[in-house]
């Protein structure tokens, strides 16, 4: 029960990590194998977590027009128009800063804004945030090593 408790916690962070809340998935993922737990399935379950919650950011995207003056939208309107240039100018590729802090949110978004397909968003984020977490797991066992 432990790790099951263990690892629906890492995969909410993550997800609210990639939305509107701001949240340290990096932290949760690195204090869990710290503590011992497989890290094949953390960095499973953080990359699913945070995957899917970039594709709220794109759905959200998707709706902007309605949800963009919302005090809970998740990218602030400078945040986006900038994310939004850079789509324009480097296409989809962009994606593959999805794991970036700040800007990484905004491009999910303005994936959604330009109508980026679902699946070619889906192979350029999984393999953007799974890098992430992959260097991240194994700098924290070159740590612990």
Request: proline share 4%.
């Amino acid at each position: 029960m432990d790790t099951f408790l263990a690892l629906a916690g890492l995969f909410a962070i993550a997800f609210v990590a990639a939305t509107i809340l701001p949240a340290q998935s990096e932290a949760a993922l690195v204090a869990l194998q710290l503590a011992g737990y497989p890290v094949l399935l953390l960095v499973v379950v953080a990359s699913l977590g945070n995957i899917l919650g970039s594709v709220v950011n794109w759905a959200l995207g998707r709706g902007v027009e309605r949800f963009r003056d919302r005090r809970w939208f998740p990218v602030s309107p400078a945040a986006l128009d900038r994310a939004s240039g850079w789509y324009r100018r480097w296409g989809r590729w962009s994606l593959l800063l999805s794991w970036a802090p700040v800007v990484g949110d905004a491009l999910t978004v303005a994936a959604g804004v330009l109508r980026e397909p679902l699946w070619s968003f889906l192979v350029l984020v999984a393999i953007a945030k799974t890098g992430r977490y992959i260097v991240l797991a194994a700098l924290t066992a070159g740590l612990m090593g």
